[in-house]
């Protein structure tokens, strides 16, 4: 990749006019890949050009979405507005819900851990063995004792196992981490399942955050009723903008309860605003992508979308059992594992492969027709 050449890359003492070249053509072949990015829970359905204007500007939502700080060239607005979708996605009572847009799931995760931590300081978070892994870093960052609880065949939390855990630490609080859509084969965690695990071990103080990341909008919008969220039975829930919706960088959005997330704020610390976000300054653009969006899609859009990702999922697990490829599909998810193929077609389709399952990850990108030539291709490699 002679365009990569670090020579040519490098950032001399003094400065010459842009070679824009190496740019244009790493965009060309970011482009290219598109077409065969089947493994990956990102979105690459979008175009957000229309915004360039504000790639000259520089937007800080520095501090709380809520609140306005001395720097007021900012989006705050528009981050408001993004919040208050997702929380009526999350069956949230605006009244009683905080949170803002983050930088993606991780922050998202780690904002509302951290949060549920100060509610209840001596806390042991607990998250299931294919929970992401920005849990048990962020049980580490926390300095909180962490249990990784044992999966059920299907992928997710296995809630007889949880309720061993929970009364192994008596008189402890608990911050229970569900994960609705895993990184890995899309399963979903029994949520109400995990609130009897809790209330049977006699939990008195707890807190279960749903890691939606990935799946919470593929739940919410799918053909069956899965409890997810804020109205099932969720303190808090972590959203990702870039997996579904689609983004150019990652981004996301927590929601946790206002109750909790006041035991955190400080007064006009972040540049006169209130501080109840994790970092300091805050990305304005990714607010205004995602407004633009969900803006255009409404909720209907949104359903929409997912709707098309499920039927695609089904489609391409058909047509995989036709080829003899053995898929199966975690209950309202769109990821479809697949007997593994030969490495070259992993290489080619981003596909995310161990010795057993390679993963088709049906994003709204994704259509029948990418999946119809890979299966050809899986076809003839036999
Ligand atoms: C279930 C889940 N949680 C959290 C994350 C982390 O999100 P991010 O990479 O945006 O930090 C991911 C990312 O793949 C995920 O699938």
């Known amino acids: 990749m002679g365009f990569l050449d670090p020579e040519?890359?490098?950032?001399?003492?003094?400065?010459?006019?842009?070679?824009?070249?190496?740019?244009?053509?790493?965009?060309?072949?970011?482009?290219?890949?598109?077409?065969?990015?089947?493994?990956?829970?990102?979105?690459?359905?979008?175009?957000?050009?229309?915004?360039?204007?504000f790639l000259a500007v520089h937007g800080n939502n520095v501090g709380s979405p809520r609140t306005d700080s001395h720097y007021r060239i900012d989006?705050?607005?528009?981050?408001?507005?993004?919040?208050?979708?997702?929380?009526?996605?999350?069956?949230?009572?605006?009244?009683?819900?905080?949170?803002?847009?983050?930088?993606?799931?991780?922050?998202?995760?780690?904002f509302a851990v951290w949060v549920a931590r100060e509610r209840h300081p001596d806390a042991v978070l607990y998250a299931s063995a294919e929970a992401h892994y920005s849990l048990p870093k962020i049980g580490g960052l926390l300095r909180m004792p962490y249990v990784e609880v044992a999966t059920a065949d299907d992928g997710t939390m296995d809630t007889t196992a949880l309720l061993r855990e929970l009364v192994r630490h008596p008189g402890r609080a608990a911050v229970v981490t569900a994960t609705i859509g895993t990184t890995g084969r899309g399963a979903v965690d029994d949520l109400p399942g995990i609130r009897r695990a809790l209330a049977a071990a006699g939990v008195e103080r707890s807190r279960v955050h749903c890691d939606a990341a990935f799946g919470g909008l593929l739940a919410e919008f799918g053909d069956e009723a899965i409890p997810w969220n804020l109205a099932s039975g969720a303190d808090s829930v972590a959203l990702s903008g870039h997996k579904v919706i689609g983004a150019p960088m990652p981004c996301g959005v927590v929601l946790a309860p206002e109750a909790d997330v006041a035991g955190i704020r400080s007064a006009g610390v972040a540049v006169?605003?209130?501080?109840?976000?994790?970092?300091?300054?805050?990305?304005?653009?990714?607010?205004?992508?995602?407004?633009?969006?969900?803006?255009?899609?409404?909720?209907?859009?949104?359903?929409?979308?997912?709707?098309?990702?499920?039927?695609?999922?089904?489609?391409?697990?058909?047509?995989?059992?036709?080829?003899?490829?053995?898929?199966?599909?975690?209950?309202?998810?769109?990821?479809?594992?697949?007997?593994?193929?030969?490495?070259?077609v992993c290489r080619r389709w981003h596909l995310a492969c161990n010795e057993r399952h390679a993963a088709l990850v049906v994003m709204p990108h994704v259509t029948e027709q990418h999946v119809d030539r890979l299966c050809d291709e899986l076809r003839k490699a036999g």
């Not at 979708?85 to 905080?98: E, L, Q, Y």
């Open 272 to 344: 006169g605003a209130d501080d109840d976000t994790v970092t300091g300054s805050r990305d304005a653009v990714s607010p205004l992508l995602l407004w633009h969006r969900l803006h255009g899609l409404g909720r209907e859009g949104v359903a929409e979308l997912v709707r098309r990702c499920h039927r695609t999922a089904a489609h391409a697990q058909r047509e995989l059992a036709s080829i003899g490829r053995n898929p199966s599909r975690a209950r309202g998810g769109t990821i479809v594992l697949f007997d593994a193929p030969a490495e070259e």
């Open 75 to 110: 989006t705050r607005p528009f981050e408001v507005a993004v919040l208050d979708f997702f929380t009526g996605v999350a069956g949230g009572d605006p009244a009683h819900v905080s949170g803002y847009v983050t930088t993606g799931g991780t922050e998202s995760n780690l």
């Open 8 to 53: 040519r890359l490098r950032i001399g003492e003094h400065g010459t006019p842009p070679d824009l070249a190496p740019l244009r053509e790493l965009a060309r072949r970011m482009r290219e890949e598109r077409d065969r990015m089947l493994g990956f829970p990102f979105n690459l359905d979008f175009d957000y050009r229309p915004l360039a204007e």
